[in-house]
């Protein structure tokens, strides 16, 4: 097949990406993938400001589309095919990629797709370091695929039975995992995005504990903390945090109200035990879907699947049931846009018309079509 060049834009939330990939021979190679993130500027405000983000966004959107250009030694007329995402994500974040990218698909008259985030999270695990290639149909995985979403925003259990061909099989009631976690740091005082934070404090508690058993017989003695596992029980395969994140609230209310003084070893013990009982519900609720559905592979991504814990707990599941398992690298578990440039060509190969969900027109993908949704699914 002849190579196509595809560009892709991702503003959903606060992180400007541009990136461009070449699809020949069966493979698909990332020519350059650039982020500007803004987490520096949110940190101060304990999360992401919508409307500061998109300010961001709109002065960034320019200088990551030139230097996207220049790290792919390619120019604008290049490109075969862009993908932007569309939804789901935060309104105005959406509306200055989306707008970016159609300015450009008009001005150049290049084909304009929009794609879902979510979905883009999926491809993440078709994605290799820069030039290197990763085949279209690996032997890594087998259909039908359970993906296990993660991030800020979403908790999400979608069955894949083929590419384009999504269920959603379980999902968070209330609040998403990485909310829960980005809460938690914040009762604690840890700073903003809270999931390495936690990890990182999680983990020393765990060193302290194998590396002091004669010390610590029980993995909470100093302080007897232990929280709750919402729905982990529950039949189905969805999710919910907001108990968990306000049974820790309590906690420190409760050490605190006993003049508990909150040392970074209790902080470090609040970690590991909140980040056991969120891991937990995760891995217990997703084998027991995959066993459930009968699942040939099990894919693990989003911006939580950075997490050295979950990953290391969920290869060893799937390795137990004999399944195929597979996880992005860390580069590519939070926002990227080269992970919307995959789904974007594999949305394009299997329906070209892309006659539904704003996809285009009938002949051609074009910019027109392109319509935001902030709270997109499949």
Excluded at 47 to 67: C, M, S, Y
Excluded at 220 to 247: C, D, H, V, W
Excluded at 263 to 277: G, I, L, R, S
Excluded at 336 to 354: D, E, H, R, S
Aim: proline fraction near 4%; aromatic fraction near 8%; charge should be positive.
């Amino acid at each position: 097949m002849s190579a196509m060049i595809i560009l892709g834009v991702e503003t959903s939330c606060d992180e400007t990406a541009i990136a461009i990939i070449e699809v020949k021979d069966n493979k698909i190679q990332v020519l350059s993938n650039v982020v500007s993130s803004q987490v520096k500027l949110h940190a101060k405000y304990g999360g992401v400001v919508p409307n500061l983000a998109a300010r961001e966004h709109e002065k960034n959107l320019p200088r990551v589309f030139t230097l996207a250009l220049k790290k792919s030694k390619l120019k604008i007329t290049d490109i075969d095919l862009m993908a932007v995402t569309r939804g789901p994500g935060l309104s105005p974040s959406l509306w200055r990629g989306i707008n970016f990218a159609k300015e450009i698909s008009e001005k150049y008259k290049k084909p304009l797709i929009g794609m879902n985030h979510l979905e883009g999270h999926i491809y993440s695990n078709w994605l290799k370091p820069i030039r290197v290639a990763c085949n279209l149909q690996p032997t890594t995985y087998n259909f039908p695929i359970l993906n296990l979403i993660v991030s800020g925003g979403h908790t999400e259990l979608v069955l894949m039975e083929d590419h384009g061909k999504y269920k959603v099989v379980g999902e968070t009631l209330d609040d998403a995992v990485g909310e829960a976690f980005d809460k938690v740091a914040r009762l604690l005082g840890l700073g903003y995005p809270g999931g390495p934070a936690i990890s990182q404090r999680a983990e020393k508690w765990k060193s302290r504990i194998s590396n002091s058993k004669s010390q610590i017989k029980h993995k909470s003695q100093i302080l007897n903390i232990e929280f709750p596992r919402p729905m982990i029980n529950s039949k189905n395969y969805n999710f919910s945090y907001a108990g968990l994140k306000t049974s820790v609230l309590y906690k420190i209310r409760d050490l605190k109200a006993a003049r508990v003084k909150i040392t970074d070893e209790v902080k470090n013990e609040v970690c590991y035990e909140f980040q056991k009982a969120a891991l937990d519900i995760l891995v217990l609720k997703t084998i027991k879907a995959a066993q459930e559905l009968k699942v040939k592979s099990l894919f693990l991504s989003g911006g939580v699947s950075a997490n050295k814990e979950l990953r290391e707990r969920l290869e060893a599941e799937a390795k137990n049931l004999k399944i195929k398992y597979s996880q992005p690298e860390f580069k590519y578990t939070g926002d990227n846009a080269a992970m919307i440039t995959v789904a974007g060509y594999f949305n394009y190969k299997n329906n070209p018309a892309l006659s539904k969900k704003g996809g285009a027109s009938k002949t051609a993908p074009n910019w027109q079509s392109v319509e935001m949704d902030a709270n997109l699914g499949f």
